[in-house]
Nanobody, 118 residues
Framework: QVQLVESGGGSVETGDSLRLSCAAS????????MGWFRQAPGKDREFVAR???????NYADSVKGRFTISRDNGRQRVDLQMNSLKPADAAVYYC????????????WGPGTQVTVSS
């Protein structure tokens, strides 16, 4: 199992940058696919980015070119660098983990709020 805690959320203005971090505790962190999701008020939770143990990344089209996901297996941490933020990026951001063979993410952090003002 793995426990996840996000940090780094806050209030910024359009065009600003923010870096979110997700600290993981537990065993075999390197065996997990790590992802970031977000949920805005009144909307469904949506995929933002994911990173495999070997560093392979995937992004939602809405954040491609602006967000970068990275991981440090030794420190058991996943970061999401968010640049050129827009009001549409405002949401609660969640870190998630799943074993490579699983279909669904089985572990979630409590979330961190990101607010972007125009």
């Amino acid at each position: 199992q793995v426990q996840l805690v996000e940090s780094g959320g806050g209030s910024v203005e359009t065009g600003d940058s923010l870096r979110l971090s997700c600290a993981a505790s537990g065993s075999s962190f390197s065996n997990y696919v790590m992802g970031w999701f977000r949920q805005a008020p009144g909307k469904d939770r949506e995929f933002v980015a994911r990173i495999l143990s070997d560093g392979t990344t995937n992004y939602a089209d809405s954040v491609k070119g602006r967000f970068t996901i990275s991981r440090d297996n030794g420190r058991q941490r996943v970061d999401l660098q968010m640049n050129s933020l827009k009001p549409a990026d405002a949401a609660v951001y969640y870190c998630a983990a799943r074993v490579i063979t699983a279909v669904r993410y089985g572990y979630w952090g409590p979330g961190t709020q990101v607010t972007v003002s125009s």
